[in-house]
């Protein structure tokens, strides 16, 4: 696994003893309707994939020192005052669309001084915020003229319509940087390509 961070520093990292751990979920906030004794589940996103990876170096491999000083710089490394953002090259993460992360949590065991040491380095993906540049007249899009998707409105993925067509685009997406495609349309884009149905009250 290769990672770089934004400022141009490579840190290669060795295999590691275990294969790579990818955790990932949807986040769901469950609640009572006023007035009901149902309780429902309103989507709330995709939440960010953490990474779990972890070696037991032993000195039959090198200078245990050495090889864990260079798989820590990952975690400490600072850029601009913040943790580093490395771009992560490796075949299985960027299957799954993790292009970017960042280190969240660093353990370090010394089984036998100077023979054996045991690391977990967890990383967290992360993702770039796309900013929308609008003019300066501060007019919305129907204000242009521009054809806007009922799925735009605030609020509006609380409908299972707009949930079904958020949760498409996220496996179209990851589809195609599976594939190898470089980009894809944001959700706001993609989403003006959609036909456009009724958007459902109701609630999964």
Partial sequence: MLLESKGGLKVK????????????????????????????Q??????????TLYWELSKDEGDVY??????????SHVEKGKPAIWKVVDKFL?????????????????????????????????RPKEIEKEK??????EEKGI???PCEKEGALAKSECRRLYI???KEKEEALRQGKKTFPDF?????????????????
Avoid: C, F
């Avoid at 000083?69 to 975690?75: A, F, L, P």
């Avoid at 300066?136 to 899009?141: E, F, W």
């Fill in 13 to 40: 990292l060795p295999e590691t003893t275990s294969p790579p751990q990818v955790r990932k979920s949807i986040n769901w906030e469950v609640r009572n309707e006023e007035g009901s004794t149902d309780y429902v």
């Fill in 42 to 51: 309103e989507y709330k996103g995709y939440s960010l994939a953490h990474i």
């Fill in 66 to 75: 050495e090889v864990m000083r260079r798989i820590e710089r990952v975690y």
């Fill in 94 to 126: 960027n299957a799954q669309g993790i292009r970017y992360v960042v280190a969240k949590e660093w353990e370090a065991t010394e089984e036998t001084e100077g023979e054996a040491v045991k690391i977990t380095l967890v990383l967290v993906e992360y």
């Fill in 136 to 141: 300066k007249s501060g007019k919305g899009d």
């Fill in 147 to 149: 054809k806007v998707h």
């Fill in 168 to 170: 498409k685009w996220r």
């Fill in 188 to 204: 706001k884009t993609w989403m003006r390509s959609q036909p456009v149905s009724p958007a459902s009250d109701d609630e999964v």
